[in-house]
């Protein structure tokens, strides 16, 4: 028990490493590392050598990697981010917003056949940004339509989504994803996938503030630094967020899912990055532990926010 009489246990956050960021290690190694470092899960980027669900001989890789997580004792989510893994030339194409949207949704909804039989806790995607070609009405309908197929999918095997807001979009931020939520018919399957650096990126509410507001539909975590305004995943500690408050409000919510470091452009350090990153949450966290112990305040009480830095 804690000074405040909170159980430890119950009340530690479970910190995992996204895959993308392991982008020069094969998946194994990566899941090795990620684990012997102390982390409790794996953001797992399917993508043309972590687990490609195109690649032959999908079911058996498949097994190897439910085995493997489970001897490594890590848990997991599905992100679905890779680069050029449907076109060797665009960026992320195609979306749910492109002419033809076709392998988008059959990636989707192979990487929520994945997500079942890995037992993902959540599988994670985006819209996409809006071709030029394309207005709005019409990328919106686009959309809706490719969600609705990909809910479809994930509510016959019982698989959780988290939409992820992503700056430059079509669903940049948190007031987009419940506007898509509300025309989807605020499916039960569909949740929201936090990106805590896209918060201070663009969000008009403070960090915290923002784990709150999704607090009801929140079912995965990414953690990163950012700047306001501009959309650059930093390490801890280079951009502008104060962690432990936002840590604190996790812990305040409830939430027991992964809050998973995501740092795409740092493969070149990985594991250097990675242990120096699991180093700041676990200060981070411990920093709030301690001024509740020490004021006598539970973990996760609401402070004023004029008592906080700048989020």
């Not at 490609?52 to 097994?63: I, S, T, Y």
């Not at 996409?128 to 197929?149: E, I, M």
């Not at 479809?152 to 095997?157: I, K």
């Not at 709150?212 to 975590?221: I, W």
């Amino acid at each position: 028990m804690t000074a405040a009489g909170t159980d430890t246990a119950a009340d530690e956050l479970r910190f995992g490493y996204g895959t993308n960021g392991f982008a020069n290690h094969r998946l194994d190694d990566a899941l090795a590392v990620i684990a012997d470092l102390g982390y409790a899960g794996v953001a797992l980027t399917l993508d043309h050598d972590h687990l490609d669900p195109f690649a032959p001989g999908l079911a058996g890789r498949v097994d190897a990697v439910a085995r493997r997580l489970a001897e490594l004792g890590l848990g997991l989510v599905i992100e679905t981010g890779a680069r050029f893994l449907l076109d060797p030339w665009h960026k992320h194409a195609p979306t749910l917003l492109h002419d033809d949207p076709a392998l988008r949704i059959e990636f989707l909804r192979r990487a929520v056949a994945i997500g079942a039989d890995l037992g993902a806790e959540a599988v994670s995607f985006w819209a996409g940004v809006r071709p030029g070609t394309v207005s709005p009405a019409v990328a919106w309908d686009r959309l809706v339509a490719g969600c609705a197929s990909v809910i479809e999918a994930a509510e016959a095997v019982g698989v959780t989504l988290g939409f992820e807001p992503e700056p430059g979009m079509l669903v940049a931020d948190i007031a987009d994803w419940r506007r898509l939520h509300a025309a989807l018919g605020s499916p039960a399957r569909l949740g929201i996938t936090l990106d805590i650096g896209h918060c201070r990126c663009l969000e008009p509410q403070s960090v915290p503030n923002c784990v709150r507001d999704v607090a009801a539909h929140l079912v995965n975590v990414q953690i990163d630094d950012m700047r306001r305004g501009v959309h650059e995943h930093l390490e801890f500690g280079s951009g502008e967020i104060d962690f432990p408050p936002v840590l604190a409000a996790l812990r305040e919510i409830g939430y027991r899912g992964l809050v998973a470091v995501e740092l795409p452009r740092h493969s070149h350090a990985a594991p250097a990055v990675a242990a120096r990153s699991l180093d700041f949450l676990r200060t981070a966290a411990s920093r709030h532990a301690l001024c509740s112990a020490s004021t006598g305040a539970p973990p996760g009480v609401r402070y004023p926010d004029n008592d906080r830095r700048v989020e």
